[in-house]
């Protein structure tokens, strides 16, 4: 019997810390079943039942806590309290520890594992007097003594090292892991995150949705909040499915705080509300308090506050205070400072926001947003000028942004900064000129262009990753075209490319970027040039601009921006049609073209009247809003013959002008499967001196890589992909495999001009802090001055017969938006953008 039921506590104890919590449950039970467990017949005291009996309650304790039973956890070791042997009283007051802490109960928690620390040193076992350092460095995370944390937790892995639960030393790597994204680190904790996936992969494959968990942080960090609620998705599945309903709970917390984030504000009530009942039904008052706080914040946001709102916002945060609680209550309190300054309330609201940047880390960074935030409120309040502290704000985003050196992460952080950067728009429209609005505007668009790119890892995992990547991908163009089943080589791509952008994420950024360009700067050189520069914005649900480059820097109102988009939705779904390789029927052609001639003029009409005067005969440089960053303004019938420019931001526009010209070869590339390739190549080569020529059969990634390196143009004939959810990899296919967007930011010297003449690859993806990312805007961030590419599909004859003439233009002397006004001037639904300069 004893045997039996020592196999057994051993086989849940080992499934307990591989996570798979309900399964460990279910054989501590049978454990004690064996061992005719009751709670009214207790074993007798000091036999080797009794022991047994008592090692399977404290395991047996933890599990119900985690089940979200945490009062039958802690009634499990009372009865655990009154059998246990004194070498056994250090883990029972370990497992208590434990508990509290689940609890939200910290400096409860704290004490306990101190008490227990010198009677595990005593008695053991080792891997539990390693467990007592790895729990308290957690408990210290929670306590926002990260320091303190830190130090603990290197002691546990010190220790772990000495003990064989290889599991549980994975386990103190993800803690580290976890601390140095709490400070900070986030690259470094990134590379840490992998390397605990890779050994939790290995041992217990259960425990890999706290990586997907801790991921999800690193990504909120960073305003990609999409992302962080897909991972917290799949971990919260994956610990309900091994019956760890404590960390589903936390883990619908946060899955609620992304989509609050993202201005999902319905979705994110739904998931507050789901973690709070949950959360106050496993006894976890303190999370469940937070939860009931993002509800609050919901209603602030939305202006359903209510009456004694402040209060109600202010008592919770006496009660987290009271529990000893740190986690977001600073962020709490400046939300009851804010429901004061809304309601009037002033008194002691600046005493409320006292406080400075005491130290590393988003949770800071979060922090110190909110207080600018809140104290912009009260200079408005007050009657004082908010935009001191609005600035100081985005100027410490600033700083945070050039921590990365992932293009991803830095478009990412844009979003940390939106209300604002959207509050000082608001309040230069409205007490300011032309000249602070273009300031302004450009504080909060296309700031990762300001950052030097940073060359993709030259690491060798990373670049065996990238040609293991695109023989999957061949495979699975070969599998697709055969009509075979892709589901495993589609998973093998999508597993390679998380590697390599695990790699990509990792990297440290450069910590520099580029000077701000003053207004008067960017209107003087647009008027040297004869052109104006369209800055557009949102204001009040309206698409206005600000006007450089005439006569004196102008504003003017422009057309609602959701019809705007409307508009240029329809006009993406008819270019796209009338783009496919089917040939449409005659009269189904002459239908989508009147479409696009309805939508081309009613934008028009919107977008360019207002400023019509204004810009006279001069060329165009839009900057458009980030929702109209689709719409291919040369098919605007005004605008028919008229060179035009899109830029990402007025001030990318001016540094690409006064960018250094690449002086090297001309580069004319052909790619496979496409009609007219070679022959378009080979005309396009006839029009430069020496140029470099590679055929569609003999193109390679690499050395297509290697020769834009320098060149003066670059012509590519290819067929390409924007993947809209994975923008890294927007690519290129060649007769060797494909190019990624990626590895375009590796280039020492990219091409002044680069022209993309197949598929749709000048389409860009918003990040949340409106920054675009794309193939496109990947060649524009590594230092391409000009990049003309397509907004929709393009029939293959028609793009080899553009861009020939296209460059007979520009070899004549034209500038690439001239070249494009002149072709397109007699093909009216052609869909190439000039973007940049």
Known sequence: MLHGAWRLFTRGQRLNRRGRIAESAAVLEEALALLDWSEERLPEVGTARARLTTKILMVMAFNRASLGASAEGQRLLDFADTLAFPEDRGILLHQRALILWQNGRLTDALHWFEMAEPLLAQYGPGNFYAASFYNRAMVWRDLGELRKGMESIQRAIELYNTVDVPVNRARAIHAEALLLLDLGEVTKALTAFDVAREQFRKLAPDLESFVDASYAHALLSVGMYRQAAERWEHAIAAQRLAGDQRNAAMAEYWRALAAFEDN????????????????????NEPMAFLARLLILQGQFDSGQQGSDFANKVQRLCDALEQRGWTLRLKQAKILAARAKINAGELDGVEEMLQGEHDGPGHDVLAEELARYLAKAELAVAQDRDPLPELLAGLNLLDEYRMAFGSVEFQAGVSALGTQLAFMGLGHVARHSGPKDMLWWVERSRAQALRIPPVKPSTDPAAREALGQLRQARQRLWDLQVEGGDDAEALGRVHELEEEIRAHERAQPGSGKRADRIAPHAIHDLAESRNTVVVNMFEIANKVCAVLAGGDGLQFTWMMPLQDAAELERRLGADLDALGSRRRLHPRIQASVEGAIRRSATALADGIWKPIADYVGDRQV?????????????????????????VSPSAEAWWRAVQRPAATGRALVVAGPNLTRADSEVDSIAELYADPLRISAKESDPDAVLSALDGASIAHIAAHGHHEPNNVLFSRLDFGKGSLNAYELLGLDQPPSHVVLSSCDLGRSTVAVGNETLGFTAALLHAGASTVVSSLGQVPDDMAAEMMIEFHRHCAAGASPA????????????????????
């Open 264 to 283: 999902r504000s319905e979705q994110a009530d739904q998931w507050a509300r789901q973690a709070m009942d949950s959360l106050y039904s496993q006894g």
């Open 621 to 645: 440089v839009i900057v458009p809003h980030s929702r109209l960053n689709w719409v291919p303004w040369p098919l605007l019938p005004p605008l028919r013959g008229r060179a035009v420019t």
């Open 818 to 837: 001239e070249a494009l006004a002149a072709v397109g001037e007699h093909r009216p639904w052609h869909p190439f953008v000039a973007f940049g300069a």
